[in-house]
């Protein structure tokens, strides 16, 4: 199914318009946010199926100065929601204009005007506008008002409780990529460009494709088995580190450096997917490069275990 981004709500062509619209920040595309979407789909489904999200993240609007928290940022936003069925998503800039908007002005000129919007569908929890002056019971409201559908989805739960980005980033932070994975439902994956670092790896023997975080969430530093979505679509599987290569007198940034197994080519400027499968252990400081090697070995081995590979 083609889907198509759009970045910015003024003049959007007739095509564009007069769907159902799925509301929310729907960072990660979870199994919640999943749900949302298939409701909207289901209560109208002759319409086109959009998403409207914010980019930047308000938060990242707001406090510009907090540490990285993306689960993903828009391209694999975009294409996770293309896979739940969206035909439209809608990167409505998080600017100060529209920070200021009040609950009011946002549906009127937003959801009605820009996007002609037929039926809506949010979580329960939804809020949106200055100050988050509009919840659910406000959209219910304005809706009936236009005679636009509206469809509230109760929070998706486990054991646990709702699912949530925030439990989802506390488990990555914390070390266990395979409860994030169960609550995305499939694993969480950084993209990013493949740039040149020290050229030491294929010194020690383990060649690794490195890529910034930038923008998103810190996982637990160390070492993760993993598997590569290569640009091409293939799938190879890996060992890497996460980390500031203490070793080696430490960055100042998080990268995350991939040793692809049995695969031979040059990886520099394409744009990969890692996604992180198990976390096999902390990072840390050796010493001397034998001693690193020999870590990277054992840890390799264990990654070809938990990966079949
Ligand atoms: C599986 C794996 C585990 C690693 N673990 C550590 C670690 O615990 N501590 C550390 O300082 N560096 C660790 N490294 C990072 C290496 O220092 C890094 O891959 C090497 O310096 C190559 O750098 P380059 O890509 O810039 O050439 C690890 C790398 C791999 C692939
Ligand atoms: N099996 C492999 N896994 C990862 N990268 C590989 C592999 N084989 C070749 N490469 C290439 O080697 C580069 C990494 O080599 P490395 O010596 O670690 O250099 P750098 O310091 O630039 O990362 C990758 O970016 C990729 O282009």
Not at 106 to 117: I, K, N, P, Q, S
Not at 195 to 210: I, K, V
Not at 229 to 236: F, R
């Amino acid at each position: 199914m083609t889907c198509q981004v759009w970045t910015g709500w003024h003049g959007l062509p007739a095509a564009a318009r007069g769907g159902t619209v799925a509301l929310g920040n729907l960072d990660g595309v979870h199994r919640g946010h999943r749900a949302v979407l298939a409701a909207a789909h289901s209560a109208r489904p002759d319409l086109p199926l959009a998403a409207l999200t914010f980019e930047p993240h308000p938060r990242e609007h707001f406090r510009p100065q907090d540490p990285p928290f993306r689960l993903t940022l828009l391209p694999a936003k975009a294409a996770a929601l293309a896979a739940a069925g969206c035909a439209h998503v809608h990167a409505v800039p998080f600017d100060a204009a529209l920070a200021g908007m009040e609950a009011e002005a946002f549906c009127d000129t937003v959801l009605h005007e820009a996007l002609g919007a037929r039926h809506l569908a949010c979580g329960a929890d939804f809020a949106f506008g200055h100050r988050r002056g509009g919840d659910v019971a406000f959209l219910a409201r304005w809706a009936e008002r236009r005679g636009i559908g509206l469809t509230v989805v109760p929070p998706v739960s486990d054991a646990a409780g709702p699912i949530s980005s925030t439990r989802i980033r506390r488990a990555l932070q914390d070390g266990y990529p395979d409860r994030a994975a169960a609550l995305l439902g499939r694993d969480w994956e950084v993209r990013g460009e493949v740039f040149h670092g020290d050229r030491l790896g294929r010194e020690l023997g383990w060649p690794t494709a490195n890529v910034w975080l930038g923008r998103h969430l810190e996982p637990a530093r160390g070492v993760y088995a993993v598997v590569a979505v290569l640009a091409d679509g293939s799938l190879v599987p890996g060992v890497a580190n996460v980390g500031r290569r203490p070793t080696l007198g430490g960055d100042p940034e998080t990268r995350l450096e991939t040793h692809l197994f049995d695969w031979f080519g040059d990886l520099y400027g394409q744009e990969i997917g890692i996604r992180l499968h198990r976390f096999l252990r902390e990072d840390a400081t050796f010493d001397g490069l034998d001693a690193l090697k020999a870590a990277i070995a054992s840890d390799a081995a264990r990654a070809r275990a938990v990966l079949g590979a």
